[in-house]
């Protein structure tokens, strides 16, 4: 897998999951996961709801993302209850692909408790390799909001290891209540070292989410499938300003299709030196991928 054929221009997928990894991401047929999947493509625009049934296994989702033009995938997958993806499981995912994948530890602190957490992500990120930590604050079995104390021995641990902490929220939160981008102020300010990557950009919280983002340059927008829905414009509009720098592609697969998010995004109106910072150049600096220097030259040569 290791030789298999990188697209000339780097695009930096910051959230992708391979269907096959759990039924949560579709991997079974005729079940209520599979059908809340097409669901969601549906939702958020996808022109084909039946796209995440061709990638079987490794071979095939390393495929789906060279038709895509994608060079690197960033696995984010869970440990909430319902959806629990062992960190050894997504490594060894990972390790098939070579430096085509790169893991994202996940962890629940509520269902370990504090030590047992602490534990268990710094051996993900020590031992397995494993590039950032992902903190789904709204659904783990005591929901709690993305700055509760319960999880900033994680943050503290993110800054302390020296990865980002992935920290998702969205429409899908359980209770919308928690789906509150002024939570990441705090954590940011209490951490101004730590890269805080905020996948589904908050949405539809967009005003609020991008008003945290200019406050604090640690924090990342991923709003990935969501930049496409009602209202996403304004994070064009921020990432052609001051938010140039905290901009991040994400597909979302497999709740949307790979080549299409590429392609969509290409379209969003982003400047050359927004478009190309947002599809690699800042993923490769915060998760220390070898791709800032190679991707200008290709760039520069097309």
Avoid at 253 to 266: I, L, N, S, W
Avoid at 279 to 297: E, I, K, N, P
Wanted: with cysteine; proline share 7%.
């Amino acid at each position: 897998m290791t030789n298999a054929k990188k697209p000339a221009m780097p695009i930096i997928d910051m959230r992708n999951r391979p269907t096959f990894l759990h039924k949560f991401f579709g991997a079974e047929p005729e079940t209520p996961e599979y059908e809340v999947v097409r669901w969601l493509n549906r939702r958020v625009g996808a022109k084909d709801v039946d796209h995440f049934t061709r990638a079987r296994g490794v071979e095939g989702y390393v495929s789906e993302m060279d038709e895509a033009g994608i060079s690197v995938a960033v696995m984010v997958a869970r440990s909430v209850p319902g959806v629990r993806v062992a960190n050894e499981d997504l490594a060894a995912v990972a390790a098939k692909a070579g430096d085509r994948l790169v893991a994202i530890a996940s962890v629940d602190p509520i269902e370990l408790g504090r030590e047992r957490a602490i534990e268990e992500a710094t051996h993900a990120v020590k031992n397995l390799g494993m590039k950032g930590i992902n903190i789904d604050a709204g659904f783990y079995a005591t929901p709690l909001r993305a700055d509760d104390y319960r999880l900033m021995p994680l943050y503290e641990l993110c800054e302390s290891l020296g990865v980002p902490a992935f920290v998702m929220s969205g429409p899908t939160t359980p209770d919308l209540r928690l789906n509150d981008p002024f939570a990441v102020d705090n954590i940011a300010k209490a951490f101004p070292k730590l890269p805080i990557i905020c996948c589904h950009g908050f949405y539809p919280n967009v005003r609020e989410m991008v008003t945290v983002a200019f406050r604090n340059e640690n924090v990342y927008v991923s709003p990935d499938m969501y930049t496409f829905s009602p209202g996403g414009s304004l994070y064009v509009e921020a990432a052609n300003g001051f938010m140039q720098d905290q901009f991040l592609f994400g597909s979302s697969y497999p709740f949307r299709p790979m080549r299409q998010g590429v392609e969509d995004f290409r379209m969003l109106g982003l400047s050359q030196e927004a478009y190309e910072k947002a599809s690699f150049v800042t993923a490769s600096r915060l998760l220390g991928l070898d791709f800032q220097t190679a991707g200008r030259a290709a760039v520069s040569a097309a």
